[in-house]
């Protein structure tokens, strides 16, 4: 029963290396380009892979962006921002829900939500 659920991520703005992702993982990393490095010069691996050189929307994805973890005592998934600089939002029926960067706590997702890291978007389904 801990076990993270199957999450499907579909990009639905923006230009990535996949249109579609799908995931039963714990930590789920939300970037452009595949292996950026953070001001340390330390490497950071990201799932969903926005293109570096892609439309207006990608550009505003980070490097490091955005994460998605799971949390096996709720049985659900979270969005964190990893200190982006254009923001990372939940659209969900109608109502946005701001992602304070670096907050530990998170905004929970659920299927059907749209995540915004910068104007790009992404949905959800689990």
Known sequence: ?????????TIARGQATHA??????SHIRIGRTAQPLDGLGRPRTNQVVFLEDGDDHTRTVGRAHASIRYDPTRREYGVFDDGSHNGTRVMRDGALFEVKPHDPVGVTVR????????TAALRIQM
């Open 20 to 25: 579609s992702y799908t995931f039963a993982e």
């Open 1 to 9: 029963p801990t076990e993270p659920l199957r999450l499907r991520i």
């Open 111 to 118: 299927s059907g939500d749209e995540i915004q890291v910068g």
